[in-house]
């Protein structure tokens, strides 16, 4: 069921009063190509205002606390309401075990979204998402599904882990048909490892989706495939999110600039410069081509390309930022470019 309706296409829209919910609201109207002027008032709280500000950051979104209503083709009041406080009504005993769905969501566009991932959606009792889930195909989950927003702002607020198994797990064991919606798949990075034990240990029976994994989905829509014949016989993922000189780092750079292999760094913005200078003082040319590629397949989405000697600046210049993936290797310059 669609909330937020279809909107004439090239219409200029704006949001009042943004809800808990507004980053559904604005992926919805994301995915229909259109990026509204969001209007928060008196009644926005801290949080809100913080997901709007990150909204506003990836380019889902203008924030205009002044906006004028008479100056946008469509008005939408945020028709979310607020987020369940996550005391279920009812305190009779389950009348059956529930379940968790592990949904790997892809890298942020429905579409990407697998049939069964979508079929999950559409049953949920409960979905508890992400902030790089595809939070548009929330559009199709049922109007009574409970919805619960954990993802983390970089730098701001955000569910512990703990919270979030003990969540899946609760709602579980009260008989309810619980989805963990993701964005790409649930098993890169995505901590899904640890929600499927928490299930296991509580006799949670749990099963998963797969998704379409941003590290592999993103460079393939910036035209750069992670593997190509006669370039490199494969790919490594790996995350930045600790640099080569943190001690809490466990990655072997010597051996991945050695590799031959196409190298694709996720969570590495802030880290970039100083994985560059250690892949080039194991070896790996300062000439690699390589790429940043920001929000694929988002309405935001850019792609710097230079070489690895020179990413982080070129990244730096084109504020491109989080979330992003880096691709390191000769795939880089692989396909043609079309006309
Ligand atoms: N499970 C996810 C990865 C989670 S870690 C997956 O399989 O894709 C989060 C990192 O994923 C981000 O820091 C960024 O490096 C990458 N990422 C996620 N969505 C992205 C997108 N739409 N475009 C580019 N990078 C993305």
Same mark, same amino acid.
Do not use: Y
């Given at each position: ?6 909107v004439?296409?090239g219409a200029?829209?704006l ?7 507004v980053?559904e609201?604005?992926? =919805? ?7 509204p002027?969001?209007?928060p008032d008196?009644?926005? *709280? ?6 709007l500000r990150?909204?506003a ?6 924030l ?11 008005v ?14 009812s ?7 529930g379940?968790?769905t592990?949904?790997?969501?892809g ?5 990407l ?14 979905l508890?998402?992400?902030?790089? =889930? ?9 109007p ?12 701001g ?12 797990v ?8 619980v989805v ?5 798949? *649930? ?8 929600? !499927? ?34 370039l ?19 990655v072997? !750079? ?5 590799s ?5 760094v996720?969570m ?6 100083e ?15 390589a790429?940043?590629v920001?929000?694929? *397949? ?7 390309? =230079? ?13 491109v ?6 691709v ?6 692989a ?5």
């Amino acid at each position: 069921m669609s909330l937020v309706l279809p909107v004439p296409a090239g219409a200029s829209v704006l949001v009042t009063r943004p809800g808990p919910r507004v980053a559904e609201t604005v992926h =919805a109207l994301a995915a229909q190509g259109v990026r509204p002027v969001v209007r928060p008032d008196a009644t926005t *709280s801290d949080a809100v205002h913080a997901q709007l500000r990150d909204l506003a950051a990836r380019g889902l979104l203008t924030l205009d606390p002044q906006a004028d209503a008479d100056g946008a083709d469509v008005v939408v009041r945020d028709p979310h309401g607020p987020v369940a406080d996550g005391t279920p009504e009812s305190t009779e005993p389950p009348a059956r075990v529930g379940r968790v769905t592990l949904v790997g969501g892809g890298p942020g566009d429905p579409g990407l979204l697998t049939v069964a991932g979508l079929a999950a959606v559409e049953r949920a009792d409960v979905l508890v998402c992400d902030r790089l =889930a595809p939070l548009a195909a929330l559009e199709r989950a049922r109007p009574d599904a409970e919805v619960v927003h954990v993802g983390k702002i970089p730098r701001g607020a955000f569910t512990p882990q703990e919270a979030i198994d003990a969540l899946l797990v609760d709602r579980a064991a009260r008989g309810l048909d619980v989805v963990r919606l993701k964005g790409g798949d *649930s098993f890169v990075f995505g901590r899904g490892g640890e929600e !499927w034990n928490a299930c296991v240990r509580h006799g949670i029976p749990v099963t998963v989706v797969p998704g379409v994994t941003s590290a592999v989905a993103a460079p393939a829509l910036a035209g750069i495939p992670v593997t190509h014949r006669a370039l490199t016989q494969g790919f490594v993922v790996v995350s930045g999110h600790v640099g080569p000189g943190d001690p809490r780092s466990a990655v072997d !750079w010597g051996a991945l600039a050695r590799s031959g292999l196409t190298l694709v760094v996720l969570m590495g913005n802030a880290t970039l410069g100083e994985t560059a200078a250690e892949l080039v003082r194991h070896g790996m040319s300062p000439d690699t081509p390589a790429a940043c590629v920001a929000e694929g *397949s988002l309405p935001g989405q850019r792609t710097v390309r =230079a070489t690895l000697a020179g990413l982080a600046e070129a990244a730096l210049a084109a504020g491109v930022g989080p979330p992003a993936v880096t691709v390191v290797g000769a795939v880089v310059d692989a396909l043609e470019q079309r006309p």
